[in-house]
């Protein structure tokens, strides 16, 4: 935090007569807090442009109570608690280390097929318990869709990237028709139209990343995961990455892991600042500092470990 400066008194006045008077210095305002003083920032005026209070009228997705993931016994995060809500952006910020990627992962049991990954606590979608012996993990993943950081399109043709899952999952009727809408919700079906027999590998680098957000909303999930997915890609790319998860919105619930802070600030509605917790004997931790609408967390965070992070004093 600045330090505050105040007068510490009048400067003496000289050829003053004895019985006159002290003369105290003029009311002052206090200056403004760092929370008053944020939005004159670039963050404070990204984040200012987001609702106060986005999750009304916004039913929960997930709801998270103490989870903690694993992996041979040595814990990555713990202690999470939080709940995420339908149709918002929700970004995970914070240093590296500190389990963003991981608790992603374990929101469609993607860290499953991680040996030695274990997730305790209790993690329910829409109700249900994630992880309990009924549940078809596959089908979790159809419903809760998972982008990564790196565009990886298979070495297919652009259309059978898109009709990989929908083959998959036995989604074969109206199978252009299919093709067609998912491309159209990635923003990439005017690009590519007119040649949808070519390489997926042959798009560009922010090319090949829509063609697998299509890919990934061609199985009509509910949820979209996106694990830093522009990251990797030049400016414009990225610009047209955040367009379209600010369109996707309105059909998905997005989940999305970044440590480009200005683009938290862009793009989500609800931002979840991680930190790492070191103990005593050294082990490092993940944990969940703050959750809290982007207009907020940014401008009049809660927590000091937040501030000293959206301010660049770590991290």
Known sequence: MSETIRPEGTTPMT????????????DQPDPPDVAEARPATQLGDLAAGHDDDPTV???????????????????????VNMEIHCNLVTAFIGPSGCGKTTLLRSLNRLNDLIPGAAVSGSVRYRGEDLYGSDVDAVEVRRRIGMVFQRPNPFPKSIYDNVAYGLRLHGMKDNLDERVERALRHAALWDEVKDRLKASGLSLSGGQQQRLCIARALAIEPDVVLMDEPASA?????????????EQLKAEYSIIIVTHNMQQAARVADV????????????????????????????????????????TGRFG
């Open 15 to 26: 050829d003053q007569p004895d019985d006159a008077t002290s003369v105290e210095p003029p």
């Open 57 to 79: 009228g916004h039913p929960t997705v997930f709801e998270l109570e103490n989870v903690d993931v694993a992996y041979s016994g040595k814990v990555a995060i713990r202690d």
């Open 233 to 245: 890609l030049d400016p414009i790319s990225t610009q047209s990455i955040e367009d379209l998860v």
């Open 271 to 310: 931002t979840a600042f991680f930190s790492v917790d070191v103990a005593e004997d050294g082990s490092r931790s993940g944990v969940l500092v703050e959750q809290g609408p982007t207009s907020k967390l940014f401008i009049r965070p809660s927590d000091p470990r937040t501030e000293a992070y959206v």
